[in-house]
C-alpha cells in the first residue's frame, strides 16, 4: 500500500537551475497539497488542486508552479531555483474537502539550493 | 487569519509515563477541525488523532487522547504509556470545515520535539 509517493527524496541544486517535484498517490484521492516545511515553523501550502486539470495558489506560491494533468499526479516544479527555497517539501493527498477528512502525506523531498 | 501555537519547542518523558503536549489557537470561527500530526525522523507525517470543534467530547486513539476545551481555545495531547517509538516531532493543525479558497490549507503550529528516555 504505497499512498503518496514523492520523488526524488534528496535533491542539491544550484541557483537558477530548475526541477521538477513528482507527487504520486494511488488511494483515488480528488485532492492534493504541496507543503514547504522550514526549520521552527510549521508547515506552509504553496499550491494545491482540487481535482485532475486544476490547480490554484495556497499561502505561498511565489516562485513555484504547479500541474496535475492526470488525477493520482501533482508536479510542483521550481523554474530558477533561489537559496530561500532550500527546504522540505512535503506533498499531501485527501479523499474530499470536508474538514474532518484528514490529509495523507508523502515522505517529503529534502531540497537545497546552493 | 487562525494561528496555531505550540509553546513547547521540546519535551521529554520517560517510557511508560504520561506527557502531555500543549496547543492553543486563534480563529473567530465556531466550527472547525483539529489535528494532531505526528512526524518521526523518518520524515513522514503521520495522523495521530483529529476532533470535530462541535463534538464535546474529547477524541482518543488507543494511548493517546486530547483534552479540548473549546472556550479556551485549548486542544492538548495526552500520551499515555510512553513508548521509545513515540519519540516524534508533534504538530498541531487547525481547519476550518468549509470548502473553497484558503480552507483547504491545514495551518500547523511550529510543533514540539518529543524525547523519551528508556
Known amino acids: 500500500n504505497a499512498g503518496v509517493t514523492q520523488t526524488p527524496k534528496f535533491r542539491v541544486l544550484k541557483t537558477g537551475q530548475s526541477m521538477t517535484l513528482l507527487c504520486a498517490q494511488d488511494m483515488n484521492h480528488e485532492y492534493m497539497y504541496w507543503y514547504r516545511q522550514d526549520p521552527g515553523m510549521g508547515l506552509r501550502l504553496i499550491h494545491y488542486s482540487v481535482g485532475e486539470g486544476t490547480t490554484a495558489k495556497g499561502e505561498v506560491p511565489d516562485g513555484y508552479n504547479v500541474s496535475r494533468l492526470k488525477k493520482q499526479n501533482f508536479l510542483l516544479g521550481l523554474e530558477s531555483a533561489a537559496p530561500s527555497q532550500t527546504s522540505v517539501y512535503f506533498c499531501?493527498?485527501?479523499?474530499?474537502?470536508?474538514?474532518?477528512?484528514?490529509?495523507?502525506f508523502g515522505d517529503g523531498t529534502r531540497l537545497s539550493i546552493l | 487569519a487562525q494561528t496555531v501555537t505550540q509553546s513547547q519547542p521540546e519535551m521529554s518523558v520517560q517510557e511508560a509515563e504520561t506527557v502531555t503536549l500543549s496547543c492553543t489557537y486563534d480563529?473567530?470561527?465556531?466550527?472547525?477541525?483539529l489535528f494532531w500530526y505526528k512526524q518521526p525522523p523518518s520524515r513522514q507525517m503521520i495522523l495521530v488523532i483529529r476532533?470535530?470543534?462541535?463534538?464535546?467530547q474529547n477524541a482518543t486513539e488507543n494511548r493517546f487522547s486530547v483534552n479540548f476545551q473549546k472556550a479556551a481555545k485549548s486542544f492538548s495531547l495526552k500520551i499515555s504509556d510512553s513508548q521509545l517509538g513515540d519519540a516524534a516531532m508533534y504538530f498541531c493543525?487547525?481547519?476550518?470545515?468549509?470548502?473553497?479558497?484558503?480552507?483547504?490549507?491545514?495551518?500547523f503550529g511550529k510543533g514540539t520535539l518529543l524525547t523519551v528516555n528508556p
Open positions: 499531501a493527498s485527501s479523499y474530499s474537502d470536508r474538514g474532518n477528512q484528514p490529509q495523507h
Open positions: 493543525a487547525y481547519r476550518t470545515p468549509g470548502s473553497g479558497g484558503s480552507n483547504y490549507k491545514l495551518t
Open positions: 480563529t473567530s470561527e465556531s466550527d472547525y477541525y
Open positions: 476532533q470535530e470543534a462541535y463534538k464535546q
